[in-house]
């Protein structure tokens, strides 16, 4: 076997690898995401009871600008980041993968190739793509 193409089990340890980073982001994302959306409701359902409550206490008025600047910028990082677009991109990518690895394992087409060589390399070169987005988002 030519020593620069990995062997089938090698590379699949290597997507083992891959697929538990893209879980630990996703699992990330998901829990950014949750805090996110649950402050944000706090926070707007607080704003109408402290306007409410500030008829009696003028000063709670501090903590309802408070509150709204905090919505608001809460907002604006969640827009910035897109963590719900970033969520469904790792889905995609880890079920595209677990498909791709699935194909290759049970060796079904596009990898049904007697030369397990052949089959690497059609494999490598299905997914490259598909990691490449995701993988150059844990270098920065």
Excluded: C, W
């Excluded at 719900?84 to 990518?93: D, G, L, R």
Aim: aromatic fraction near 6%; charged fraction near 25%; hydrophobic fraction near 40%.
């Amino acid at each position: 076997m030519d020593k620069t193409i990995e062997s089938k089990e090698q590379i699949l340890q290597a997507i083992d690898v891959t697929d538990e980073k893209l879980a630990k982001r996703l699992k990330l994302y998901k829990t950014l995401s949750s805090i996110s959306n649950i402050t944000r409701i706090v926070l707007s359902a607080s704003i109408p009871i402290l306007v409410s409550m500030a008829s009696h206490n003028i000063k709670l008025l501090v903590f309802v600008s408070i509150a709204g600047a905090l919505t608001g910028i809460i907002q604006g990082v969640d827009s910035y980041y897109d963590l719900s677009t970033k969520i469904a991109q790792i889905q995609q990518t880890i079920l595209y993968v677990n498909k791709e690895k699935l194909l290759l394992m049970s060796g079904n087409e596009p990898y049904n190739s007697a030369s397990e060589k052949d089959n690497v390399q059609r494999f490598i070169g299905n997914i490259i793509d598909e990691l490449d987005d995701e993988m150059s988002d844990f270098n920065d």
